[in-house]
């Protein structure tokens, strides 16, 4: 069974970056795309990006566009999230995924209904 684990988060201050990764458990990592998830205490878990099998990637989350990056390495089997000009805003609980309907090209929306196998993420917070 897919499982994930998310490291990398931590405290910075606004306007500062940090790297996530993702590492799964899985034989082979190339045949699913897998999306970057986050969830702020008291709201619902938010689509923030998503790479697929070949590499392309899917912006969810609109206010992410030009600070954060999503990239994968099929060989280490993992997903990372480059994340820069952090804000405020930016702070949750943030998660990796794989569509229930393990595809390889990335659904066309960021709905946390529609994947599955979550880890126990890693917290990120932005703070001065």
């Known amino acids: 069974q897919l499982q994930f684990v998310e490291s990398g988060g931590g405290l910075v201050q606004p306007g500062g970056s940090l790297s996530l990764s993702c590492s799964a458990s899985?034989?082979?990592?190339?045949?699913?795309?897998i999306a970057w998830f986050r969830q702020a205490p008291g709201k619902e878990r938010e689509g923030v990006l998503c790479?697929?099998?070949?590499?392309?990637?899917?912006i969810y989350a609109d206010s992410v566009k030009g600070r954060f990056t999503i990239s994968r390495d099929n060989a280490k089997k993992t997903t990372y999230l480059q994340m820069n000009g952090l804000r405020p805003e930016d702070t949750a609980n943030y998660y990796c995924?794989?569509?229930?309907?393990?595809?390889?090209?990335?659904?066309?929306?960021?709905?946390?209904?529609?994947?599955?196998?979550w880890g126990q993420g890693t917290q990120v917070t932005v703070s001065s």
């Open positions: 995924a794989v569509p229930l309907r393990a595809a390889f090209a990335c659904p066309v929306t960021g709905t946390s209904a529609e994947f599955g196998s």
């Open positions: 899985i034989s082979r990592l190339d045949y699913y795309s």
């Open positions: 790479i697929s099998g070949g590499g392309g990637s899917t």
